[in-house]
């Protein structure tokens, strides 16, 4: 059973920073790739957008462009936890984050095949 557990969520201001967890077990960890996806109010769980991906072959990161120089991945094998650090939040980011693990290093959500419950993220202007 793979399991996925997100923390970290909150309301900040604008220029704020947050930074996420996405907690799961070693075996997960040491064997799937970890994605950040976001859906924003009013869009559909299908429209969840691609954040950001770290691969545990190599440690390759992939980031959106949208986030890019703002949000870090990064992962913590002694904690089994992979984080997403964001940086000078702004209120478009507000979104419900989800963590998934998939096989591959992609920006798809259909390459992920399992998700967590998500934690929510309020940027205030």
């Known amino acids: 059973q793979v399991q996925l557990v997100e923390s970290g969520g909150g309301l900040v201001q604008a220029g704020d920073s947050l930074k996420l967890s996405c907690a799961t077990s070693e075996r997960v960890f040491s064997q799937f790739t970890i994605g950040w996806f976001r859906q924003a109010p009013g869009k559909k769980y299908m429209e969840r957008e691609f954040?950001?991906?770290?691969?545990?072959?190599?440690?390759?990161?992939v980031v959106a462009d949208s986030v890019k120089g703002r949000f870090t991945i990064s992962r913590d094998s002694t904690k089994n936890t992979v984080y997403l650090q964001m940086t000078q939040l702004k209120p478009e980011d507000t979104a419900v984050y989800s963590c998934?693990?998939?096989?591959?290093?992609?920006?798809?959500?259909?390459?992920?095949?399992?998700w967590g419950q998500g934690t929510q993220v309020t940027v205030s202007s």
């Open positions: 954040v950001a991906a770290s691969s545990w072959t190599d440690s390759s990161i």
């Open positions: 998934a693990a998939g096989t591959v290093l992609a920006t798809s959500t259909y390459e992920y095949d399992y």
